[in-house]
Every structure is written in structure tokens, then in C-alpha cells.
T-cell receptor
Framework: DAKTTQPTSMDCAEGRAANLPCNHS???????VYWYRQIHSQGPQYIIH?????ETNEMASLIITEDRKSSTLILPHATLRDTAVYYC????????????WGAGTKLIIKP | DVKVTQSSRYLVKRTGEKVFLECVQD?????MFWYRQDPGLGLRLIYF???????EKGDIPEGYSVSREKKERFSLILESASTNQTSMYLC?????????????FGSGTQLSVL
């Protein structure tokens, strides 16, 4: 099963772009990359997912390298409400229902 | 707006008690999940269900059972609560038919077993 590696914590200034890296060097060809975040005392919230092309939605952009071994989640204009733990997850190929959750990155947005 | 509702935000139980954690979703989703979240261990899947009366074990099913009698409701049962089951419990749901990628989570139930 592909595993992910993320920095433990990051800071970002309010209004700037927050770039959260994720390493998934053992990802296989049919595994997707997912990003969720968890604001304190809440359940995780889906942000975005992708296979190999870059993706963008109203919350964020996902940039996946050509070799698919790493990706970056971009929050274009971070606000204080974006302070959360961000999880990069790779879907387990053999199971349609399992997501393997790591420790995530604690992102702190500073005023 | 989509909603996954967990019956209790905080729950305190005694060792040996039978505990029911209830989860209801209003999105007509086929798939429902129970996770527990512990500091340093992340989210771990306990059980999931992909249809009414269907269930499959996740990574840590020992000490737990589940029930799904109706599509919208998924219950987690601790047959005899123990202190090592003190944790945050999170329920989630997702659409079926191959559209399961996006999980919707409830706010969680913080269970303390004394």
C-alpha cells in the first residue's frame, strides 16, 4: 500500500498562498491522491483529489508531479480559518473503501 | 447542505457497559464508515457498510460491532466498553456506484470509558 510523507507542521501568513507538500513515492498507477483537512474539534473535510492531472476547485489546487511521486496542495489566499491539520492520502488499490490516513500537516495561518 | 449527524458530542461510560454510537446521514449515500481517531495514530477504520445489512471489517474491528438496518443510519456498538476504547469516534458516508471518493464526516463523538 502506498504511504504518504508530509511535514509535521507549517506556518503561512494570512493572504499568502499556502503550499503543502506530500511525498507518495510508492504510489501505483491506479491510485488517487486525496486531500482532506480537519479543523479543531470537527470531522475531516474533503478538499480535492486527483490521479495525474492537476486539479482545481473552489477550495484549492492540486499539483501532481509527472512521475506522480509527490504532490502539492495550494490554498491560494490563506485565511485564519484555514488553520487545520491537512491530510494527504493515497487510496488503497485493492479496496474500494479504504483510505490510509497519516499524521498530516498542522498548518497555522498567522495574521 | 449535506449532513452526517452523530447522536452525541461527548459521552462518558463505565467499563463493561454496552455503548451505542449512532450516526445518521441525509444524503441517500450507500456507503457508511466508522473511524476512531487517537493522538499520534491518526484515523483508523473500524467498520464500513456498503449497503443495508452489509458490513465489512476495517483495520481495528475487535471489540466493536455495527448495525445498518436502514440506509441512513449506521450504529457502532461497543459490546463491553473498556478503557482502551476511550477515543474520538467519527462517522462518515459516501455515495455508492463508484462515486465513493468523497467522504462526508460527522463532527465526532468523544467517548470516555472510566
Amino acid at each position: 500500500d502506498a504511504k504518504t510523507t508530509q511535514p509535521t507542521s507549517m506556518d503561512c501568513a494570512e493572504g499568502r498562498a499556502a503550499n503543502l507538500p506530500c511525498n507518495h513515492s510508492t504510489i501505483s498507477g491506479n491510485e488517487y491522491v486525496y486531500w482532506y483537512r480537519q479543523i479543531h474539534s470537527q470531522g475531516p473535510q474533503y478538499i480535492i483529489h486527483g490521479l495525474k492531472n492537476n486539479e482545481t476547485n473552489e477550495m484549492a489546487s492540486l499539483i501532481i508531479t509527472e512521475d506522480r511521486k509527490s504532490s502539492t496542495l495550494i490554498l491560494p489566499h490563506a485565511t485564519l480559518r484555514d488553520t487545520a491539520v491537512y491530510y494527504c492520502i493515497v487510496r488503497v488499490a485493492w479496496s474500494n473503501y479504504q483510505l490510509i490516513w497519516g499524521a498530516g500537516t498542522k498548518l497555522i495561518i498567522k495574521p | 447542505d449535506v449532513k452526517v449527524t452523530q447522536s452525541s458530542r461527548y459521552l462518558v461510560k463505565r467499563t463493561g457497559e454496552k455503548v451505542f454510537l449512532e450516526c445518521v446521514q441525509d444524503m441517500d449515500h450507500e456507503n457508511m464508515f466508522w473511524y476512531r481517531q487517537d493522538p499520534g495514530l491518526g484515523l483508523r477504520l473500524i467498520y464500513f457498510s456498503y449497503d443495508v445489512k452489509m458490513k465489512e471489517k476495517g483495520d481495528i474491528p475487535e471489540g466493536y460491532s455495527v448495525s445498518r438496518e436502514k440506509k441512513e443510519r449506521f450504529s457502532l456498538i461497543l459490546e463491553s466498553a473498556s478503557t482502551n476504547q476511550t477515543s474520538m469516534y467519527l462517522c462518515a458516508s459516501s455515495p455508492g456506484g463508484g462515486r465513493w471518493e468523497k467522504l462526508f464526516f460527522g463532527s465526532g463523538t468523544q467517548l470516555s470509558v472510566l
